[in-house]
């Protein structure tokens, strides 16, 4: 854990007063002021700081009005709280890639994007995402892309919904998600933000109020801290990609096809079989992995083999898949 941000959150400490449901001004600022730098977004979108980014995707249809008799788009292989998240507010579920084939549905409400993604690593190229803008644009439905693994890009670089190229620096009906567990290693802090259409980031924040979703001082501190430094996040890189050398070859040795997988903390892999017997297989040798049925029909035969184990697992899983028990 980098000592600015651990520091940042000892000195933030003593906070015996209810912390700021949008967040301060210093960590609004600081939001801003990373999404300009690191999403290309010149514009002013609104920003609100949330509970890690997992119970935004989770409750984000629910607050802002989803309900029964509305539809939600989500990636035909994606993130299973996507689909959780629409159950959650009693919608429809469509699982789907290629918007032409929703067609007209006017009860479509909002559609989420996920680039680069969990599971697959895709990332999602400029022309895709101002058309997916466009096509919600023209049914008056909100695009949602969750983009927790931006800092990530391996083959490619990821582009951000609020850049320039895709919007033109005018957010309506538009919303980024952002985790700095990923890019900062802050999966224990909780801490997350949305950026995008100033009315929408209202909404939700007239909403979240009142529902008690506000980040606790400290790990507000520790998120100004973070934004505004990029060396730990080179350093955290740094560490996965050799973990992803390490597992790729392995993998590709083993007689595994890695699809995509050009960004993100997972390498999308398959053996051409039911993913329940690939993760067999790798149990058998005692490498965990998760099984690509966990994240859509279309992905029944891959598995998700994650770069988030220590240096020393990932050293023995790779010594394992070569056939030398560790």
């Known amino acids: 854990m980098p000592s600015l941000i651990r520091r940042a959150l000892a000195d933030a400490s003593d906070a015996p007063g209810y912390p700021l449901t949008a967040g301060t001004p210093a960590l609004r600022s600081a939001i801003a002021q990373w999404l300009a730098r690191e999403c290309g977004a010149s514009g002013r979108p609104g920003v609100l700081p949330t509970i ?14 989803v309900g029964p008799g509305d539809t939600v788009v989500i990636p035909s292989v994606g993130y299973p709280t996507y689909e959780v998240g629409v159950r959650l507010a009693g919608a429809k579920v469509v699982r789907s890639d290629a918007l032409t084939a ?76 952002h985790s700095l567990s990923k890019r900062s290693n802050l999966a224990g802090y909780r801490a997350g933000f949305v950026g995008g259409d100033p009315a929408l980031i209202g909404e939700l924040l007239a909403v979240r109020k009142h529902a008690g979703m506000i980040v ?39 007689g595994f096809e890695i699809s995509h997988s050009e960004a993100g903390l997972y390498l999308w892999s398959t053996r051409g079989e039911d993913s329940w017997k690939t993760v067999d297989w790798l149990a058998e040798r005692g490498i965990l992995a ?35 028990r560790t």
């Open 52 to 65: 890690g980014s997992k119970e935004l995707v989770a409750w984000l249809p629910t607050l802002l009005g």
């Open 102 to 177: 929703v067609g007209p549905d006017p009860s479509v409400r909002l559609v989420w994007i996920n680039s680069p993604s969990n599971p697959t690593g895709q990332v999602l190229p400029v022309e895709h995402l101002r058309k997916v803008v466009a096509w919600a644009r023209e049914r008056g439905a909100v695009v949602i892309s969750d983009e927790c693994y931006l800092s990530l890009g391996w083959e490619t670089k990821p582009v951000s919904v609020l850049d320039d190229e895709v919007t033109g620096g005018d957010y309506t009906g538009v919303l980024a998600v």
């Open 290 to 324: 998760a099984p690509g049925a966990f994240y859509g029909p279309a992905a029944e035969q891959h598995v998700r083999v994650a770069l988030t184990a220590t240096d020393e697992r990932v050293a023995a899983a790779v010594a394992r898949l070569s056939g030398n």
């Open 216 to 254: 606790p001082a400290p790990v507000q501190a520790a998120m100004i801290a973070a934004l505004g430094d990029e060396e730990h996040v080179a350093a955290q890189r740094s560490v996965y990609a050799a973990r992803r050398d390490q597992l790729r070859a392995a993998l590709t040795a083993a």
